[in-house]
């Protein structure tokens, strides 16, 4: 069976399974043929369990039966689905794939964003990592000439559609937008990545890409309208709290380094946010807005 088909079945339990909470095989199958997932083939037993087995080895996603309420089948760790992990972004991806090749009829009815390029050097650094191999790379910043160099792969990060490479040069931490990259080549030479090294705790004081010497801060905001559900249900940081609210408004809180791109997140909100702690952090977000403000108020339409 070609593995987009498999693929297909897998998604479709686990979608399934988050939709319904708890099933008995036999209701899964009745839905199974309902949905004609194998153009209206039984699912049976021998092949769930193999499913579910698969499901469990390739998205870390754990199906049990729960054996005094009859013998129905549940997702026992949802929250590997929510977290921020690559199980869970190919879960997605996948289950984005399979609903869009579905739909080709559609195709000029479903808008989607532009991604840079730079995926074309995913399977080398991808190589790279799993043989601990270092990367020659030809990287032009913006505005700049193009250099090479060579470094060390420690990890991959997307973040707003783009693809980004954390990375050592034998000196400090760095990290290459994928999309700036004119040339790489995979070397010979291989290294050792610390083993206490962890790229999820590298980035946990941040929000974006950007690292820095930015000192950690308490950081207050008071969010307006609508933008207390937006933070609600996609927060801009791990440590984010809400810590109160009126009618008006509501307060969030953030134990983060307040680095470029972080600030550029709450500018982008306008007038919709505040910053309230630490005075700081406020007074620079003043600033920025201040010159903006100056920038229309001077200029001549």
């Not at 021998?46 to 499901?55: M, V, W, Y």
């Not at 650094?125 to 060579?150: P, V, W």
């Not at 982008?268 to 403000?293: D, M, W």
Request: glycine fraction near 4%.
């Amino acid at each position: 069976m070609k593995p987009a088909r498999i693929f297909q079945q897998y998604i479709w339990i686990v979608n399934t399974l988050r939709q319904y909470k708890k099933l008995s095989l036999e209701q899964l199958n009745e839905l199974w043929i309902q949905d004609e997932v194998i153009g209206g083939e039984p699912l049976n037993r021998k092949s769930f369990i193999r499913h579910k087995d698969a499901i469990l080895n390739m998205f870390g996603i754990i199906i049990e039966c729960d054996l005094e309420h009859g013998y129905k089948y549940y997702i026992s760790n949802p929250e590997v689905i929510n977290d921020d992990t690559i199980e869970g972004w190919m879960l997605s991806t996948l289950t984005v794939g399979t609903v869009l090749a579905d739909s080709v009829s559609l195709r000029n009815h479903i808008l989607l964003e532009n991604v840079p390029a730079g995926e074309e050097y995913l399977q080398t650094i991808i190589l790279a990592l799993k043989t601990n191999r270092r990367l020659t790379i030809t990287y032009q910043r913006f505005g700049c000439e193009s250099y090479e160099k060579t470094v060390s792969p420690y990890a991959l990060k997307l973040f707003h559609q783009r693809w980004y490479i954390l990375t050592h040069t034998g000196r400090h931490m760095a990290t290459y937008a994928l999309d700036r990259i004119k040339s790489m080549e995979i070397s010979e030479e291989t290294f050792e990545m610390p083993e206490d090294f962890s790229p999820e705790g590298y980035f946990a004081e941040y929000y974006g890409i950007m690292t820095d010497d930015t000192p950690m801060a308490h950081v207050v905001i008071r969010a307006y309208g609508n933008v207390p559900n937006y933070l609600r249900t996609l927060p801009l940081h791990a440590s984010q709290k809400e810590i109160g609210h009126t009618d008006e408004y509501t307060d969030f809180s953030y134990d983060i380094r307040p680095s470029y791109d972080f600030e550029l997140e709450l500018l982008s909100y306008t007038n919709g946010l505040e910053v309230l702690e630490p005075i700081e952090f406020r007074q620079k977000i003043f600033n920025s807005l201040q010159e903006a403000h100056e920038r229309y108020f001077n200029k001549k339409v």
